[in-house]
């Protein structure tokens, strides 16, 4: 069992930044693939970005490359994902989640799911 809770949400400028943390509970966080998802108000929930379990490899959304930088501390047991050149688009609810299969963009095969935070991305 893994339990995530995501930090760092909130209202920036569009071409602010803002680094969103997931903090993963149990003691095999390195087990799992991480992947970010968000759902912008009245659209389904999109693939944003996922890494590794060791780390070394990422896997971006076109829409977010050169923008946003997926991350992980296993000895913290956290998943970083760094905002930069943020746009009102990119206002939605990210989710972090975790797979115990290899990293991925499917969010059906996400094991465990945070409970959200918000990015609003305004003037």
């Known amino acids: 069992q893994v339990q995530l809770v995501e930090s760092g949400g909130g209202l920036v400028p569009p071409g602010g930044s803002l680094r969103l943390s997931c903090a993963a509970s149990?003691?095999?966080?390195?087990?799992?693939?991480m992947g970010w998802f968000r759902q912008a108000a009245g659209k389904e929930r999109e693939f944003v970005a996922a890494?590794?379990?060791?780390?070394?490899?990422?896997w971006y959304a076109d829409f977010v490359k050169g923008r946003f930088t997926i991350s992980r501390d296993n000895a913290k047991n956290t998943v970083i994902l760094q905002m930069n050149s943020l746009k009102p688009e990119d206002t939605a609810v990210y989710y972090c989640?975790?797979?115990?299969?290899?990293?991925?963009?499917?969010?059906?095969?996400?094991?465990?799911w945070g409970q959200g935070t918000q990015v609003t991305v305004s003037s």
């Open positions: 890494i590794s379990w060791g780390g070394s490899i990422t």
């Open positions: 989640a975790a797979t115990s299969r290899n990293y991925n963009s499917d969010q059906k095969l996400y094991d465990y």
């Open positions: 149990g003691r095999t966080f390195s087990r799992y693939a």
